[in-house]
């Protein structure tokens, strides 16, 4: 039985001697047995070039250990001492729009220059020649939200050497970057610049490869962390994975080369949209992980943050919230941070024990949900149960985030999104997954504006169909392949032949528009002129210059069937293509043998009754036939 990690980020060096017992008591009563230590502490580590001070890590660790809590030992390489930018002014990052940055804050580093590497591999030798053996040790975790950008020289060098690496020649990168458009032919390798900031638009293939150079450059660095940790310890090594479009991170890949797939979650919506967001990003890193337990590593306990002001989550919200990441494969719950700090840029960060100390209702919340984890132990490494798959590509997302597309509404975040809402809406579990995966083991597979695709990826989709499955193209899929080049002869590209439909015209949507379908439903963002060449019409369009006109098609393929969306559909219009029914709570089941457990999640006020039988974990009361789920309240029901 894998029991389940509880705590977080704990930054004893905010703090007092003093407070450490004190805080190792509170973490006894909460039920907390895991905590990331050292994240942000190298100046205080190594305060001057080659001075360490390890005496009150020495000191917290063994308190820890004392009071049963383990140990995610992090190196502290995401925030770089004054002393290191003083010595190191060129390791200091550059903006695209050529500003070299300060010290004054965290990641203020470039992860090309050679300073910062070697300081970060050394910072990284001390620490584990130290703690190598400490009993409280649990894992070592590297870094932290691996995602700065840099636009500098020394950026810039190691690009030219990785475009060298990828295409061979300056006749290959030309023309993958078709510069010919705009006379920006390169006829020498130290002509290529990072995309900083231009006239006009930067050439999105330029863009697209700064993105996964920069993914490539980032995991080159966690690496010779990694590899200096493991030369000496054999713990699980991992960092915390970061969400968001400025990230130039390509998670799915990286996930190989991480013993413990670990994320950061904070959803910016304070309404309805805060659990989608949440069930979003569990069930993604859950597909990173490739089906092995990962570990939801930051959250915030008691707010939620829409980048203009803080919102109070509501009692039981932060339990749900936990409990979502768990039932969809997290191997615990962890928050930043332990205690809220008294000052700094984040002195209003939610935290386990708030300004208002541990007599508080979050402390008693958290305490509350540190009691009823270890009854969920038990799951052990049950597998999630999807049978539908949305497919996710980073690059797709990064190909679409350029200034050259037809609609500023276009939005491969938005559309994904989109997608996994209308299951979870339905209490449908899916699973993301690779567009070249093998997608033999899922009865439906959503493809949501996958703009950019390979040859191969389409074929194996094509293959997918061809064998039984079923497969539902969005809109704007297709369009272009890696090099970000259009796929010529008619949209959508890549799936043309697959759909049995071909559109000639886009006629993107205003900002708030929409169109009438003839099953009475509406489409938003997007709308297309399809033809349906050897599909069968479902839906058409009603009104306007595509009066009539095929808005949605069906094509039997092989055993299996594909469909195409061109417009952004509505949950209702979703329901009937899908089959599925709004859910009035929020289900995700999991599987060992011949065991089910089923989470149900109420996130409204009024309590519901649902069918099932067996045992709810929590409580531990038997259910016979229905159990009532409380307004806000969460169960967990083992199932024969």
Not at 46 to 64: A, C, M, N, Q, T
Not at 251 to 276: F, K, L, M, N, S
Not at 433 to 442: E, G, Q, V
Not at 458 to 483: N, T
């Amino acid at each position: 039985m894998r029991k389940l990690w509880y705590g977080g980020d704990y930054n004893p060096e905010q703090w007092d001697p003093s407070v450490w017992r004190e805080d190792v008591d509170l973490m006894r009563r909460a039920g907390v047995n895991l905590v990331t230590v050292g994240v942000f502490a190298w100046s205080s580590l190594e305060p001057s070039p080659g001075e360490y001070r390890f005496g009150w890590l020495d000191r917290v660790l063994d308190l820890l250990h004392s009071g049963g809590v383990q140990v995610d030992l992090a190196t502290p390489t995401a925030s770089p001492p004054p002393w290191f930018s003083r010595l190191h002014p060129e390791a200091l990052p550059v903006t695209a729009d050529g500003v070299r940055l300060t010290h004054g804050s965290r990641d203020t580093y470039c992860a090309c220059a050679p300073a910062y590497r070697a300081a970060a591999e050394g910072i990284a030798r001390v620490l584990v020649d130290r703690y190598e053996d400490h009993p409280a040790l649990a894992m070592w975790h590297v870094h932290n939200e691996y995602g700065t950008v840099c636009y500098c020289p020394l950026a810039a060098e190691r690009f030219r050497e990785w475009l060298r690496e990828r295409y061979g020649s300056l006749d290959r990168l030309n023309a993958a970057w078709t510069t010919a458009f705009w006379s920006q032919g390169y006829a020498d390798w130290q002509d290529v610049e990072p995309p900083r900031r231009t006239q006009y638009l930067v050439n999105p293939t330029h863009y697209l490869d700064y993105r996964r150079f920069w993914s490539d450059e980032l995991l080159a660095a966690y690496l010779e962390q990694k590899a200096v940790i493991r030369d000496r310890s054999s713990l699980p090594v991992t960092t915390n994975f970061v969400f968001g479009g400025w990230v130039p991170v390509n998670h799915a890949r990286w996930a190989a080369e991480v013993d413990v797939v670990a994320i950061d979650h904070y959803p910016t919506r304070t309404d309805r949209g805060a659990e989608e967001q949440t069930a979003f990003g569990a069930d993604l890193a859950r597909s990173w992980a490739g089906g092995r337990p990962w570990l939801l590593m930051e959250q915030a306990a008691g707010t939620l943050n829409d980048g203009k002001r803080l919102h109070t989550k509501e009692p039981g919200r932060m339990a749900r919230h936990s409990l979502s990441h768990i039932a969809r494969g997290s191997a615990g719950a962890l928050f930043f941070q332990w205690r809220a700090s008294r000052g700094g840029s984040e002195m209003y960060h939610s935290a386990l024990v708030p300004h208002a100390g541990p007599s508080s209702r979050i402390f008693r919340e958290v305490a509350e949900l540190g009691t009823a984890l270890p009854s969920l132990a038990e799951l052990g490494d049950a597998e999630v149960v999807a049978d539908v798959a949305v497919l996710w590509d980073v690059e797709c997302w990064w190909a679409m985030q350029g200034t050259h597309l037809p609609s500023s509404s276009l939005d491969y975040l938005s559309a994904v999104q989109d997608a996994h809402r209308h299951f979870w809406r339905a209490g449908v579990t899916v699973d993301f997954a690779d567009p070249s995966a093998d997608l033999s083991s899922y009865r439906l597979v959503v493809v949501p504006s996958l703009y950019l695709i390979s040859d191969e990826a389409a074929a194996s989709l094509a293959a997918y169909v061809e064998s039984g499955g079923h497969l539902v193209v969005g809109y704007f899929s297709g369009i272009v392949d890696p090099d970000a080049q259009v796929r010529l002869g008619g949209y959508p590209g890549a799936f043309t032949s697959l759909l049995g439909a071909r559109v000639e015209e886009f006629h993107p949507l205003p900002e708030d528009g929409e169109v009438e379908l003839s099953s009475g439903g509406r489409g938003r963002v997007w709308s297309e002129d399809v033809e349906a060449v050897s599909a069968e019409v479902v839906d058409r369009y009603v009104g306007g210059v595509l009066d009539g006109k095929p808005a949605i098609t069906r094509r039997d393929a092989g055993a299996g069937t594909a469909w195409y969306v061109s417009t952004s559909i509505d949950f209702e219009t979703a329901a009937g293509l899908f089959g599925l029914t709004r859910s009035a709570v929020e289900t995700v089941r999991r599987r060992s043998g011949e065991t089910t457990w089923t989470f149900l999640f109420n996130h409204d006020e009024a309590e519901v009754v649902v069918p099932v039988d067996g045992v709810e974990l929590i409580s531990g009361a038997a259910v016979h036939g229905s159990l009532t789920v409380p307004g806000g309240g969460v169960a967990v029901v083992r199932s024969p």
